[in-house]
Each structure stands twice: as structure tokens, then as C-alpha cells.
């Protein structure tokens, strides 16, 4: 492809007409796989390179032959590092002899395959039907596809390759609306109920250091860390697992009982990372090291900056060797990044008006949206514009928008023209009860909404500087 074909100049409308897919299942794509990645303008808006669009028809080539979208992002990706351009040739000339069994096994049902294959090849059906056996609510079916696995493959491979990735997929489908949120909680439940089972009946630790693991305030997702504290009971760690939505009070209390050598924290959303950066610096006051990751690091690659402690990347294959690398040195590790004075005083002052934006805001459009929809939608900006006010950049929260846009339009059948006017009304509240102090927030939502922001605003702005 030339330089120019990868010039971004097409619109997320633009996109949508021309491949036939919807918004919400392209925004999920990018936060989930990185797959289309669009240049941004500078009011946050998409823009997508007519490369970018030809990937994504070839993607949908790929899904019609029966593969699923996370394997045909792999296959693309290998093909790329192999130096091929899956795009040639029609977009399939380049599959090869061993893809093209791939992509034969994907239009196969599992039942019906005979003949012995891959490793790889077989752990990857058997995913393909555990996923279909949740969807049907087949509790029996998943069961014993997962107990036919631990008999076949070892242990950390079924745990990564086929239950966190079939949950990964899960959770894209619910995103694009094509799966109920009844299904992507039978699924984490089975799941669930599978790792704490193994982990009850791991073998006695025998190496020195404790870990604790959990999750910070308001996080509810904890496959990921009941994953970790598994797989490091079956490296002979001593292991303490917290589970969910860990107080900070709770956490300093048992520090004082526990005496970890390292806690380990995981975050899946923008405002529990602001709840872990909070427990990262009680660690990082009494000297306790802090490793740390989650599905929202992966989205926003600054954020990590924020927080004091071992960040354990995107790679949760490769987790468990991060902590054993900290664990032979364990040591505090202060934030690349810290938060600013203007943004912490903004945090306090958007806390003292945020009541009455929403209240404002209840008032201008609560004729408009179901009540139920706008307390969802109070809820969830509220608490991420919190949250990016005390880690310390506005910018995080691009891909949150999104995914609250996701949320109540594609789930909760807010009609979008509701979803703007609600957007528009929290930023004339916000013009009318912010200070200069809370400046940061009325520049975001400028940019956002595509607004100037004020003379009047801008000129007190740099009288206060």
C-alpha cells in the first residue's frame, strides 16, 4: 500500500457506510484488539485511512468464512509480521496451506471433526464450543469441554488460551450488542467458579514472600486476578487472594496483619483505576511494592504513568513473569507522572459542583431521556470525569466515552440524538457552576462537543495564571 492510502481522512460515518458495520462494533474492535487504529482530530473525533478500510472488509471476509473476529485479527497480524500483505490478491490469496485448514475447522461443528489436529488447532475449537455452550446456557456442555481440556492440555494453557480468551470474546460480543448480559455473566460465573475450585486445592506454598492480590474500589471483575493467584499457587507462591472491591482502610488494616512482600492490583475500567492509584500511594507511603495492570491500561497506554508501582503490561501470558521478576527484587517504585496542582484543586472543586451540574442537568433534559437512563448516564460521566481528574489528564478519558456511549445507546436503547442533548446540557451546567478552578473540565467538554470555549472563560483562565 502507498503512504497516501494510509492518510487518515474519512469520518466514522464515512466508515460505517462503506463496510456495513455498525459504530458501536468498530469502537468495540479498536478498544478490544487495537483493529482499525484512527488518527484523532484535535476535538477527539475518528479518523480512519482508506487502509484502515480495507482491513476491516477483509476482517469481514474472514467472519463470513466462519473464523471469529479475534482469530482473524491473529491471522492478519501474523501475516503482517511475516512480511505478507493480507490485502492483495483479493484479500484471501494469501492464506496459506496452514490458515486455510484454520479457516476449514472454523466452518466445521467441533462434533464433527475426526481427524487429530494441532495443538493449537484443537485447544482453539474446543474454545469455539465452550463459547457456544455458554451462549446456549449449557452449563453441563461447558463443564465438560473445560474438564476434557485440563485432561488434554496443561493447566495454564486451558486457563489462558481458552477460558480467558473465550471470556475476551464474550465480552467483545456483549459490547457489539451481539451477546446479552445474561450471557456474559453465565460465562464469567462458570468461569469463576472453575478458578476458585483450583485454586482450593492448590499444594502447600514453598517459597519465601507473601502476595496479596484483589481488586480496588468498585472493581467487580475478578477473573484476572483469581487467574494470578492461581497461577502463582502453581508456581509455589505464597499466595493471598483479597477478591473484589478492596477498601482502602480494609487493605491498610491487613497489611499490618499480612506483612506482603508485594500486592498485586488489577483495574478494568477508568474510575477503579482512580480507586487503585489511591491504594498505590497508601503502598507506596508504608513501603510496600505495588505491581499492577488491567484491561483499561491496555486502552489508554499513558495511564500507567499516573500510578506508583510495577505496571505488568498488556500481556497476561507474560504476567506471571513480571511478578517473579519484581518478587527477586522487591522494591517500591514511585509514578513517572505526577498529578498536577491545577488538576488536583479541579478535582476538588468539580466535587463541591457536581451535584448541582446534575441536578441542572436533571431539570434541562429530564422530559427527554427515561429517568432511569439519565441517572445511568449521571453515574457513569460523573465518576469518569472523577476519575480522570485525579489521575491527572482529561485525555484519558476518550475511549470512556465511547464506551459509555456504547453503553446507553447500544444496551440500553438510548436514542443518540438523547445521548447529545444530555452531552450539550452537562456542559452548559458545567459553563454555568465551574470556577477557572475547574477549567480542565469546561476545555474537555469543549473539545468534545466541538465548542469554543468562552472568551469570558479563557480571559479568566489566564488572569488566575
Same mark, same amino acid.
Given at each position: 500500500?502507498?503512504? %497516501? ?230 508456581? %509455589? ?68 504513568? %499516573? ?159
Amino acid at each position: 500500500m502507498t503512504y %497516501s492510502d494510509k492518510t487518515p481522512i474519512y469520518n466514522l460515518k464515512a466508515v460505517v457506510q462503506e463496510t456495513g458495520l455498525k459504530a458501536d462494533t468498530l469502537r468495540a474492535w479498536e478498544r478490544r484488539y487495537g483493529v482499525p487504529a484512527p488518527q484523532r482530530t484535535e476535538s477527539g473525533h475518528r479518523l480512519y485511512s482508506e487502509y484502515d478500510i480495507e482491513v476491516l472488509k477483509w476482517l469481514i471476509v474472514r467472519q463470513e468464512e466462519g473464523m471469529s473476529i479475534s482469530r482473524a485479527i491473529e491471522l492478519l497480524s501474523r501475516l503482517e509480521e511475516e512480511g505478507k500483505n493480507p490485502l492483495e490478491a483479493g484479500g484471501g490469496a494469501v492464506v496459506g496451506a496452514e490458515e486455510g485448514r484454520w479457516l476449514e475447522s472454523s466452518r466445521v461443528s467441533p462434533a464433527a471433526v475426526k481427524a487429530p489436529l494441532g495443538e493449537a488447532g484443537a485447544l482453539a475449537q474446543m474454545r469455539e464450543e465452550w463459547i457456544e455452550g455458554c451462549m446456549r446456557f449449557d452449563e453441563l456442555r461447558a463443564e465438560q469441554l473445560l474438564t476434557q481440556a485440563f485432561g488434554l492440555f496443561p493447566a495454564e494453557v486451558v486457563c489462558l488460551d481458552l477460558i480467558q480468551r473465550g471470556l475476551r470474546e464474550i465480552g467483545a460480543g456483549w459490547e457489539e450488542g451481539r451477546v446479552t448480559v445474561q450471557q456474559e455473566h453465565f460465562a464469567s460465573a462458570l468461569a469463576i467458579r472453575r478458578m476458585e475450585s483450583m485454586l482450593s486445592s492448590t499444594p502447600t506454598p514453598t517459597r519465601p514472600g507473601r502476595i496479596l492480590v484483589g481488586c480496588p474500589p468498585e472493581e467487580e471483575h475478578t477473573f484476572v486476578p483469581l487467574l494470578i493467584s492461581l497461577l502463582l499457587r502453581r508456581r %509455589s507462591w505464597d499466595v493471598v487472594y483479597l477478591g473484589a472491591n478492596v477498601p482502602l482502610r480494609s487493605l491498610e488494616a491487613t497489611l499490618g496483619v499480612l506483612r506482603p512482600s508485594l500486592v498485586v492490583l488489577t483495574a478494568q475500567q477508568l474510575y477503579t483505576a482512580a480507586g487503585l492509584m489511591e491504594l498505590a500511594e497508601l503502598l507506596l507511603r508504608v513501603r510496600v511494592p505495588l505491581a499492577f495492570g488491567g484491561m483499561v491500561f491496555t486502552e489508554v497506554p499513558r495511564l500507567p504513568e %499516573s500510578i506508583p508501582g510495577h505496571y505488568l503490561g498488556d500481556r497476561l501470558e507474560r504476567v506471571i513473569e513480571g511478578v517473579e521478576q519484581i518478587m527477586a527484587h522487591p522494591r517500591p517504585q514511585p509514578a513517572l507522572h505526577q498529578v498536577s496542582y491545577e488538576y488536583r484543586e479541579a478535582l476538588d472543586h468539580f466535587r463541591s459542583r457536581q451535584a448541582l451540574i446534575e441536578a441542572e442537568v436533571w431539570e434541562r433534559v429530564g422530559h427527554q431521556v427515561p429517568k432511569r437512563l439519565l441517572g445511568l448516564a449521571n453515574l457513569n460521566f460523573g465518576r469518569n470525569l472523577l476519575a480522570a481528574l485525579t489521575l491527572g489528564s482529561m485525555d484519558y478519558l476518550d475511549t470512556e466515552v465511547d464506551w459509555i456511549e456504547g453503553l446507553l445507546v447500544t444496551h440500553h436503547q438510548m436514542p443518540a440524538e438523547a445521548l447529545e442533548g444530555y452531552l450539550n446540557s452537562y456542559y452548559e451546567a458545567a459553563l454555568r457552576h465551574l470556577d477557572p478552578a475547574g477549567g480542565v473540565v469546561v476545555e474537555w467538554l469543549s473539545r468534545l462537543l466541538g465548542r469554543s470555549v468562552p472568551q469570558r472563560r479563557l480571559h479568566r483562565e489566564v488572569v488566575r495564571k
